[in-house]
């Protein structure tokens, strides 16, 4: 749970959220640059935008790099995550803030790996990336460089993760709510291959039986931001998708399927939401695992 403490609480954030802590505005940021007990994080899916410009004193998260295990299809075990931390400067109180390009596709991806490993006082910028540079902030092609630290993470506490077979497991459950977040395209099977993400190919296309189809982009304005509570509670009402459910979330990979855990977890307070990081690529290349085409 990202914190909640006075000096940083909701400041500019949207009321009605049930969470509003999470999220801070531009603005605040760029009251906040020289805090040194806040980090700013740039995560983006382009991930060359961070060397044409970023907000000053951001660390650049590589997700192909940082946060990912090169042997196994993981995340970095929690050593890693320390060492990664402890060399941006991060300790165990530090204010993360997060925020990238495309809605804060992967700033919201890494909160949601983030934490698992316990990090308490996270935040995402509303309106990210995007938002930041329409309103001609100030940005910087400067390498920040700060101490090493000594972090220590909790073990992975991976109950807001789903797997495969949880997803199995639940095919025939009434009370599951399971959102397939991709474009209608990937849902009904007619776009398999993206031809920017070869790593995320499937021998199949289509959607796990029962996924209903609500694209992440549905839950973000056209400038980044995150849209109404009441918005985003019509938007997942209409489709069955209810408080009292267990929601599994999923996409190709899982980036876009965090951005929906986030709205539903933080901005809904949905109390029972996982991310199906697995996803389509294991779905849909797992022998004899039931597909749904119109």
């Not at 639940?170 to 291959?193: A, M, Y």
Request: charged residues 25%.
């Amino acid at each position: 749970m990202a914190g909640t403490d006075s000096a940083t609480t909701g400041q500019g954030a949207v009321s009605g959220y049930v969470h509003p802590e999470v999220l801070v505005e531009t603005s605040w940021v760029a009251e906040h640059l020289n805090d040194p007990n806040i980090r700013l994080i740039e995560v983006d899916e382009d991930v060359l935008l961070y060397e044409v410009g970023h907000l000053p004193g951001a660390v650049k998260l590589d997700w192909h790099v940082d946060v990912q295990d090169p042997v196994t299809r993981d995340f970095v075990h929690q050593k890693g995550f320390e060492e990664l931390m402890s060399r941006w400067g991060i300790n165990n109180d530090t204010t993360i803030v997060l925020y990238g390009d495309k809605n804060n596709w992967y700033a919201c991806y890494s909160f949601w790996l983030f934490s698992m490993y316990g990090h308490k006082d996270m935040r995402i910028m509303n309106g990210g990336r995007q938002k930041w540079e329409a309103e001609q902030r100030p940005m910087t092609k400067e390498i920040p460089h700060f101490a090493a630290t000594t972090y220590h993470a909790q073990p992975m506490d991976e109950s807001i993760r789903a797997f495969r077979d949880d997803v199995a497991s639940g095919l025939k459950n009434p009370g599951r709510g399971l959102i397939d977040v991709r474009s209608p395209q990937e849902f009904t099977g007619e776009l398999i291959h993206m031809v920017n993400y070869p790593q995320e190919g499937a021998q199949r296309g289509g959607h796990i039986p029962g996924a209903k189809s609500i694209p992440w982009g549905m839950a973000a304005n056209s400038d980044g931001t995150f849209k109404s509570p009441e918005e985003l509670r019509q938007l997942y009402l209409s489709r069955e998708i209810t408080p009292d459910k267990d929601v599994i979330s999923y996409c190709r990979i899982g980036e876009r399927s965090a951005h929906t855990w986030f709205v539903l977890t933080y901005l809904l307070g949905y109390p029972r939401v996982r991310n199906y990081d697995g996803s389509w690529t294991e779905w849909g290349n797992l022998v004899k695992a039931p597909i749904e085409k119109p």
